[in-house]
Structure formats: C-alpha cells, structure tokens
C-alpha cells in the first residue's frame, strides 16, 4: 500500500476532528450560541414587554389626547354660548339707551317748540301792545285819554256791582 498525501490529508483530517471532539469544542460552540440564543430571546421578551408598555403609554396618551379635545371643544362651545348671550345682551342694551335716547330727543324738541312758540306769543303780545300804546299816545290827545280811563274805570265798576248784586 502505498501512502501518498491524500492519505495523510485524511489522517490529519481525523485527529483534527478527533482532538476538536477531545476538547469539547462542539459542545463549547453549541453552548456559546445557545448562551446566544438565550441572550436574544431574553432582549426579545424585554422587547414585547416595552412594546407592550410602549402600546399601553400610546393608548393612554391617546385617550388623554381625545379627552382634553373633547373638554377643549367644550369649553369653546361654552365660551361662544357666553359670548354670543353677552353679544344679545349688550345689543338689547344698546338699543334700549338708543330708544331712551330718542324719547329724551324728541320730548326735548316738543319743549323746546312749545318754548319756542309761548316766546314768539309773548313777543308778539309785546310788540302789539308796544305798537298799539305808540298808536293811542301818538293819535289821541291827553283829554280823549282821560275820558277813555274814566269811562274804562265806570263800566268796570258797573260791571263789578252787577257781579255783586
């Protein structure tokens, strides 16, 4: 038999293998990815558990969320519901003092024609006595006057015993 270098390639192929066996290094290997493999189940399980919290935190957060909109949104309601009542009161004010304003305006122009009206009717009285007294003093003579004063004084007082009796 002759011996050539393929035979010692697999001699040195078996003690390669056998010496790998003697000194555990399968077993070594198969620990060390199993440690592995432990390693990354035991991060994936910490992995579901944050994602877990984190979907618990989302949720949370979420409702939160819909519950200050929805206290947000009924607070806007509110305040446009106080708003728009302040707006009709105010306008319902407003037009009350514009009517009150007017009633005063126009009871202050109605005195103020009646005012006007006796002054033009104290003028006019004024000037007409004025022009009537000019008239008598410029037209009659001082005797006519007295005969007039004493016959104005005679029927006032035959009119005064008339009264009496």
Same mark, same amino acid.
């Given at each position: ?31 060390? +990815?199993?440690?592995?493999? !432990?390693? =990354?189940?035991?991060?994936?399980? *910490?992995?579901? /558990?944050?994602?877990? %919290? @984190? $979907? #618990?935190? +989302?949720?949370?957060?979420? !409702?939160? =969320?819909?519950?200050?909109?929805? *206290?947000?949104? /009924?607070?806007?309601? %509110? @305040? $446009? #519901? ?84």
């Amino acid at each position: 038999m002759t011996i050539d270098a393929t035979f010692w390639v697999a001699i040195s192929f078996f003690i390669f293998f056998g010496g790998l066996i003697y000194l555990k290094a399968p077993q070594k290997i198969n620990e060390s +990815l199993n440690s592995k493999i !432990n390693e =990354i189940k035991t991060e994936i399980d *910490e992995a579901e /558990k944050i994602k877990n %919290e @984190a $979907k #618990k935190l +989302l949720s949370d957060y979420e !409702n939160k =969320i819909d519950k200050s909109e929805k *206290e947000s949104k /009924k607070l806007i309601d %509110e @305040a $446009k #519901k106080v708003s728009e009542e302040l707006i009709l009161d105010k306008t319902k004010k407003f037009h009350q003092i514009m009517e009150n304003k007017k009633k005063n305006t126009e009871q202050k122009i109605s005195q103020m024609k009646e005012n006007a009206l006796n002054d033009i009717k104290n003028i006019s009285v004024k000037i007409s006595i004025e022009t009537v007294e000019a008239l008598i003093k410029n037209s009659i003579d001082k005797k006519k006057l007295d005969k007039i004063f004493n016959k104005s004084i005679e029927e006032a007082k035959s009119a005064l015993n008339q009264n009496k009796a």
